[in-house]
């Protein structure tokens, strides 16, 4: 009889699995970053390309923005595929616990859509004509916010990987969550900009990753456990 897999062993098989996957389907994993391009050079058109307006004003509100809504794209389909073909199933029945496989699901996730968006960030920045004395702000609050907006998701995934058709439902599920990671962080980088202090919303962008590491996990298990009950 084999020994049952360590949680190293389980996760990394997963995370392998899943990389795999988007490895095959690798068109498809820039379509986030492709359309966070789109909506900055909306952002640009809707302003009229006002250099000062965009530099000033808008340059770190329109990429987080754009960041956001990009990683919806995927989120519905972060367990949707493992419900049609029976694999939540088998991870409630692994013997490892299912919280675990849960983050090791969101963090593949996280790696797959918000990194691609994080390597354009400095191209989305040029368009937005933002200074590039804030780009380091920006990219670190980027750094803390993305995993919290992964880890959100995936308990919205979960709750709704139950039903049929529900993107616009995950995406108005989302969003109301995605609010205060969006106010702290491109709130940050415009603190940043006017010589504040920009140390306490840092910090509590890490207080709100370090919670929901911990918490996210464990609600998005039990919604899948009670949407496969």
């Known amino acids: 009889m084999s020994a049952a897999p360590s949680l190293l062993q389980a996760g990394r098989a997963l995370l392998l699995r899943d ?22 050079v909306m ?23 754009a960041v956001l809504l990009a990683g919806l794209l995927s989120l519905d389909s972060l367990f949707r595929g493992d419900a049609e073909d029976g694999s939540l199933e088998q991870w409630i029945l692994a013997p490892v616990p299912l919280a675990w496989l849960v983050a090791v699901r969101t963090f593949g996730h996280w790696l797959t859509t918000a990194v691609p968006l994080l390597l354009v960030v400095p191209v989305l920045g040029e368009f937005l004509y933002l200074p590039r004395a804030q780009l380091p ?14 880890l959100l998701g995936a308990v919205v995934a ?8 529900s993107g616009i ?29 920009a140390s306490g919303a840092l910090l509590l962008m ?4 370090v919670a929901s590491g911990v918490l996210a996990p464990l609600a998005a ?9």
């Open 19 to 40: 990389l795999r996957l988007v490895w095959r389907r690798r068109g498809d994993a820039l379509q986030p970053a492709l359309f966070a391009l789109l909506v900055v």
């Open 43 to 65: 952002f640009a058109l809707a302003l009229g390309g006002g250099r000062q307006i965009l530099r000033d004003f808008v340059a770190p509100y329109a990429v987080w923005v």
């Open 206 to 209: 890490a207080a709100m990753l």
């Open 137 to 150: 702000m920006l990219m670190l609050t980027l750094l803390l916010g993305t995993p919290v907006l992964s």
């Open 158 to 165: 979960a709750l709704t990987v139950g039903l049929k058709r």
């Open 169 to 197: 439902l995950v995406a108005l599920l989302a969003l109301p969550l995605y609010v205060p990671v969006l106010v702290f962080g491109a709130g940050s980088v415009a603190a940043s900009a006017q010589g504040l202090d």
């Open 221 to 229: 298990a039990a919604a899948i456990r009670i949407a496969q009950g």
